[in-house]
C-alpha cells in the first residue's frame, strides 16, 4: 500500500512541475515588455501596440520608462524616474539632449492629434511636463516647467523656472519666457547659449559616470565595496596595495619579491635573481642536490 502512495505522489509531483514549466513559458510568450532585473531598479523599455523604443547611446537611468514609440538621439541622457511615453503618438528627442530627473513626456490624440519632438543640446529640467508639443534646437527648460498640447517653442529659447507654456502658443526663437502664461522677459545672448552648450556637456559626462556605475555587476560592487573597507581601515605608513589588480613595484624592493618586513602582495614565488645567488634551480641545486 505504502509503494502505490508513493507511485501515486511521485506522478502527481511530476504533473504539477510540468504544468508549472508550462504555465510559465506561457506567461513568458504573452509579455510585451521583457527585462532583467537588476542590482538597481529596472529600466523599463516597453513595447506598445507593435512600436518599441530606440535610444541607442543614450543613457536611460533606472527608474525610468520609454513606452511605445520613442526615438532618442545619441549622447543624450533620460534620467531618474523620468517617464517617455510615445503610446498614442510618436516622441521623437534629438542628441545631446537631457530630461531631467522626474519629467514626464507624453503625446496626443484624442483631443487633438499632437507628438512630441524636442530637438538637440537642449536641457529639460527636473520635474517638467512636456505635453504634444514641440521645442527647437539649443533650448534651456528650467525645473517644473510646463509646455502643453500643441504649443511651439522655437530654437535658443530659455524658459524660467515653473512656466507654464500654454496649450497652442507660439513662442519666438532667442527670446526668454517667465510666469503663467508665459510672457517674454528678455533676450538670450551668446553668452546664455554658450552656457547651454557647457551645461550639455557637463551633463554629457555626469551622464557616462552614472551610466558606468548603474551598468557594474554584483561582483564589481562587491569588490568595489571590499576596497573601500580597505581604504579606509589601512593604516597609511602600512603596505598599500595597487587596487587596480597589477603589482606595483616599491623602491625598497628586494630581487623583486617586495619590502622587507610587509605582507608582499603578490604570488609567492623565487625573488628574480635568486638562483645567481643561491646556486638553487627549482628544488635542486645547480650541479647536484636538492632541497
Not at 78 to 107: A, E
Not at 160 to 189: I, T
Request: charged letters at 25%.
Amino acid at each position: 500500500m505504502s509503494s502505490v502512495s508513493n507511485k501515486f505522489v511521485a506522478k502527481v509531483s511530476n504533473l504539477a512541475r510540468s504544468l508549472g514549466a508550462s504555465l510559465e513559458s506561457l506567461g513568458t510568450s504573452l509579455e510585451t515588455s521583457r527585462y532583467t532585473d537588476r542590482l538597481v531598479p529596472s529600466t523599463r523599455f516597453v513595447t506598445f501596440n507593435g512600436q518599441t523604443p530606440s535610444a541607442p547611446l543614450t543613457f536611460v537611468s533606472p527608474a525610468s520608462s520609454l513606452i511605445g514609440d520613442v526615438t532618442i538621439g545619441e549622447g543624450s541622457s533620460i534620467w531618474y524616474g523620468s517617464v517617455i511615453r510615445g503610446d498614442v503618438n510618436s516622441i521623437k528627442i534629438g542628441t545631446s539632449t537631457h530630461i531631467l530627473s522626474n519629467t514626464v513626456v507624453h503625446v496626443a490624440k484624442i483631443q487633438g492629434d499632437f507628438e512630441t519632438a524636442i530637438g538637440s543640446n537642449t536641457i529639460v529640467g527636473a520635474s517638467s511636463i512636456i505635453h504634444a508639443s514641440t521645442i527647437g534646437d539649443n533650448c534651456l527648460l528650467g525645473t517644473k516647467v510646463q509646455v502643453l498640447d500643441g504649443a511651439n517653442v522655437p530654437d535658443n529659447v530659455i524658459i524660467e523656472d515653473g512656466c507654464v507654456v500654454s496649450p497652442g502658443m507660439v513662442l519666438e526663437g532667442g527670446k526668454r519666457y517667465a510666469g503663467v502664461p508665459a510672457k517674454e522677459v528678455g533676450v538670450v545672448g551668446e553668452d546664455d547659449l554658450k552656457e547651454v552648450e557647457k551645461r550639455c556637456e557637463e551633463l554629457n559626462a555626469l551622464a557616462s559616470i552614472h551610466a558606468l556605475e548603474c551598468g557594474k555587476s554584483h561582483a564589481t560592487i562587491t569588490r568595489d565595496a571590499e576596497i573601500s573597507r580597505d581604504k579606509l581601515i589601512r593604516d597609511p605608513e602600512y603596505f598599500q596595495p595597487d587596487y587596480t589588480g597589477e603589482v606595483r613595484k616599491e623602491e625598497d624592493d628586494v630581487l623583486g619579491g617586495g619590502t622587507p618586513g610587509r605582507i608582499f602582495d603578490n604570488e609567492l614565488r623565487s625573488p628574480e635573481g635568486f638562483e645567481e645567488e643561491t646556486g638553487w634551480e627549482g628544488n635542486k641545486r645547480v650541479g647536484g642536490g636538492e632541497k
